[in-house]
């Protein structure tokens, strides 16, 4: 079992910035691939971004490219994903999940824990 928890969010103004961090517990962090998933308001859950156990691979949604890094710290147990120049529709519930399987980093379905989410608001 792994438990995730998200923290980091809150209101911000758009142009702005906001770091996610996401704390893992229960198994071991350093093997999992980590990933960034989203659910703004009414809509699906989107993929955001996610890094390989390692940290030597990242894969970002184009909506993330440019404005968004992931990155984690395997002695803290700990993913962040560092958000810059945040527009309105970067508003949702951003969740973190962990993953086994690299090949399908962008599939929700195959990520097997999940945090509990983190608002985050961008307004105009």
């Known amino acids: 079992q792994v438990q995730l928890v998200e923290s980091g969010g809150g209101l911000v103004q758009a142009g702005g910035s906001l770091r996610l961090s996401c704390e893992a517990s229960?198994?071991?962090?350093?093997?999992?691939?980590m990933g960034w998933f989203r659910q703004p308001p009414g809509k699906e859950h989107e993929f955001v971004a996610a890094?390989?156990?390692?940290?030597?691979?990242?894969f970002y949604a184009d909506s993330a490219k440019g404005r968004f890094t992931i990155s984690r710290d395997n002695a803290k147990n700990t993913v962040y994903l560092q958000m810059n120049s945040l527009k309105p529709e970067d508003t949702a519930v951003y969740y973190c999940?962990?993953?086994?399987?690299?090949?399908?980093?962008?599939?929700?379905?195959?990520?097997?824990?999940w945090g509990q989410g983190t608002q985050v608001t961008v307004s105009s």
């Open positions: 999940a962990a993953n086994m399987l690299w090949a399908t980093i962008k599939r929700k379905d195959d990520y097997a824990y």
């Open positions: 229960g198994r071991t962090f350093s093997n999992l691939n």
């Open positions: 890094i390989r156990w390692s940290g030597g691979s990242t």
